[in-house]
């Protein structure tokens, strides 16, 4: 099956950026792909720690997976903490980039909206408050500032992303997303058991205080897996999360909380 491609520009930075891909019309002897619930447009936010590890293109091979499934699928790319991303610049471009795809075309408010790692943060803090009522998939998040920052996750980057927020009297807490129930239909967590980027200590720390009163938290670990197989569709992790992206059961361990 072959691929379109496009990109929305949300903003004047020529990080502020959403690549498209999605199902190309069929051609001749191709089967068309039915619009379904399995097929639900996707919103991928990618991490890389603020800074930029990693990129929109990072995820382009996850992306053409989805596409090759049928879903149409945005990569949201925003900011670096140090091009204009810091907090809350980052977040800010996330909340436009998602207002941008719903003015254009309305499904895109029912898509799935997954975020990876520094992502997953991004993505909580662009649907706080927003009464979205999406469904949410986080892979390896890196979510509790605080606990992250006392971690030395990423190397310091907590502190370099928050360093103009902090220096103003703002706090960890404060650029810590909290989602109400209105906001998420459900949050699935997925962790990998050999994460090397994102600690164990940090993720259970961020399962344990998931808030009693959010929305309804799903957890699944994937073992074997490293912190970016679950973003490779080459890797066996990322079936895992091509299933639960489009809806369906999880292999491995899951746990409703």
Known sequence: ??????????????WQRIDLYGPAEPEDGDVP??????????????????RHDRTAQDLEPLAFALAELGHRVAVLEYRPSWDGGAWPGAAKDC???????????????????VGHSAGAHL????????????RVVLLAP?????????????????????????????????????LAPADAASVTV????????????LTRHQLDHWPQDGPRLTTVSVPGARHMHLVNPQRPACRTVLELIGGGAATVRKEDR
């Open 33 to 50: 792909v039915a619009e379904t619930p399995q097929a639900a447009p996707v919103v991928l936010v990618h991490g890389g720690f603020w």
């Open 190 to 201: 997925v962790s990998a058991q050999e994460d090397q980027a994102v600690p164990a200590e």
């Open 1 to 14: 099956m072959s691929t379109a491609f496009g990109h929305l520009r949300y903003g004047p930075s020529g």
């Open 95 to 113: 909340r436009a980039a998602l207002h941008l795809l719903g003015q254009k075309d309305g499904t895109w408010d029912g898509a799935v909206l």
């Open 123 to 134: 993505l909580l803090a662009a649907l706080q408050g927003q009464a979205r009522g999406a």
């Open 142 to 178: 890196v979510t509790d500032l605080a606990e992250a920052a006392r971690l030395g996750v990423g190397e310091g980057a907590v502190e370099v992303f928050l360093a103009e927020h902090l220096a103003a009297g703002g706090t960890h807490r404060e650029a810590t997303p909290v």
